[in-house]
């Protein structure tokens, strides 16, 4: 046998923990994160008897906007189902959510590729609960468990099998956290735990038959572990088609520090969950109205965003594709660009080429915010909402570099100030003395201290090193505490050692 033509073959449930303030049947606070353990618990998500859910219809609303958002039909009417298993993390010995009819069917998500993009179909999203967390002391014999998440609003969207690489499913899962975090149905935050995957993957052969048994991994919490995961199980498929073995349908486990999966149980001999109806909740009637105004509550979504970025700013696909990944960053660039727009709106001269003036602030803006600000946020480990820097302070920053009032080591060092207290670029720049000189008699005062300073450099320049150049530039930088205007300083340094 050979898997020179096979193809792997996988399907995702991707499950999004949702930012209501309560749970999906009880009023117990919805926030697990660094939390005493069983402190946000109630009789209900700890399923004493006699209790009765109330379904939250917040949790409700944001699962269809969830299934608008990617496409999906609503249909007039959903329940609720009992999944009945037992696990320690499952105090009701059945886990309450969605089996044959969902809040939301259907549906598709465009996964960008390079210049591409491939349409994977969805099945549906539904909503559920989630069950507790088990935590196993080291060194002890026993486990405990938390039933803070107990109850939690989950919506789980999955996906048809359509995904064919570990990379499609890793752009696939970034684009559901993104239009998630858009929608603002959740934070989408990992290393909370707010979204979770499980990974249906076989193997088909060139004609495109089944040709080893589906594989399930639990449990997967990282963008690393599914990537990995999906990685080892292409391999370990592939082998034991070539060589003939026989693979059974099983769940398995994710290890992460071997970076392997583990078997866990066969699915070929194992109960299924004997769904049945949710007694204690009635069918809910999703009205046309409800679902109008819930889609008219949608923003502009990524790709959309993305696209208007391109066309109307003329910045790169690339550049547009770094923004637009996360929302907040979208609306502090937008937010900075209108303060541009509106500042070039009032220079004199400018009119006739407004949306030249428009494209070049946004791609210096886009510059500024990707290299220098994205630089001073990643070792500090913050989100832009939580930065000192206003958009309209940065607006001014770009403004004081596009008129050439700052030079670009000036600017770096304004802004690190900016980062640091918040403080507006003008004050700054006034402050330290960071104003671009370009008056040329100041200028060449300095540059006739540094050509004196320097005689063995300036020889030589006068025998053909021009490469020099940059060290005398250096010092004139260094004497003017980065102020001067390098391009006039290199002017000046040229005619009076070379000659104009």
Excluded at 68 to 86: C, G, M, V
């Amino acid at each position: 046998m050979s898997s020179t033509s096979s193809q792997i073959v996988i399907g995702l449930e991707v499950h999004i923990q949702l930012s209501t303030k309560s749970k999906l049947f009880c009023s117990c606070s919805n926030d697990s994160f660094n939390v005493a353990p069983n402190t946000h618990v109630c009789p209900l998500c700890m399923g004493h008897p006699g209790t009765l859910p109330v379904p939250n219809m917040k949790a409700i609303e944001y699962a269809i906007k969830a299934g608008l958002a990617f496409n999906s039909e609503i249909p007039h009417e959903t329940k609720f189902d009992r999944k009945n298993y037992f696990y320690p993390d499952l105090p009701k010995g059945y886990q309450i959510s969605q089996y044959d009819q969902p809040c939301c069917v259907g549906g598709f998500i465009d996964v960008p590729l390079d210049d591409d993009k491939k349409r994977v179909r969805l099945r549906r999203v539904h909503l559920e609960e989630d069950a507790g967390k088990l935590v196993h002391p080291v060194g002890a014999n026993y486990s405990l468990v938390d039933y803070n998440r107990s109850g939690t609003p989950l919506i789980e969207i999955v996906t048809e099998p359509d995904i064919s690489s570990s990379e499609e499913a890793y752009l696939l899962a970034q684009k559901v956290q993104e239009v998630c975090r858009y929608i603002s149905v959740s934070d989408v935050d990992m290393e909370k735990g707010h979204m979770r995957f499980d990974m249906n993957i076989s193997l088909n052969d060139g004609d495109g038959n089944q040709v080893t048994e589906i594989s399930e991994i639990k449990n997967l919490n990282s963008f690393r572990s599914l990537k990995k995961a999906i990685e080892f199980e292409a391999v370990r498929h592939k082998e034991a088609y070539e060589k003939g073995e026989r693979l059974i349908h099983e769940t398995r486990g994710w290890d992460d520090d071997k970076e392997a999966s583990v078997s866990q149980r066969s699915k070929e001999d194992a109960p299924d969950y004997r769904y049945f109806p949710e007694p204690d909740i009635p069918k809910i009637v999703l009205s046309s109205d409800l679902v109008s105004k819930i889609k008219r509550t949608l923003p502009e979504m990524p790709e959309e965003r993305k696209a208007r970025f391109v066309e109307e700013y003329g910045i790169s696909k690339k550049e547009a594709g770094t923004i637009i990944a996360n929302k907040y960053v979208a609306e502090f660039f937008e937010n900075t660009l209108s303060e541009l727009i509106e500042w070039a709106s009032t220079l004199e001269g400018k009119e006739s080429k407004k949306d030249d003036e428009k494209k070049k602030l946004a791609k210096l803006a886009s510059n500024w915010l990707l290299s220098e600000l994205y630089g001073l946020m990643r070792p500090e480990r913050v989100k832009i909402q939580e930065i000192k820097i206003t958009a309209e302070n940065f607006a001014e920053l770009i403004a004081l570099v596009y008129e050439k009032k700052v030079n670009s080591s000036a600017a770096q060092e304004i802004l690190k100030e900016m980062f640091m207290t918040g403080n507006d670029p003008t004050h700054i720049m006034n402050e330290k003395g960071l104003k671009q000189v370009d008056d040329i008699d100041e200028l060449s005062l300095v540059c006739d201290t540094v050509i004196q300073e320097n005689n063995e450099v300036v020889e030589s320049i006068k025998e053909g090193k021009e490469s020099a150049l940059q060290f005398l530039m250096g010092q004139v930088m260094a004497k003017t505490k980065g102020s001067a205007n390098p391009q006039k300083v290199m002017e000046i340094l040229k005619t009076k050692i070379i000659g104009g």
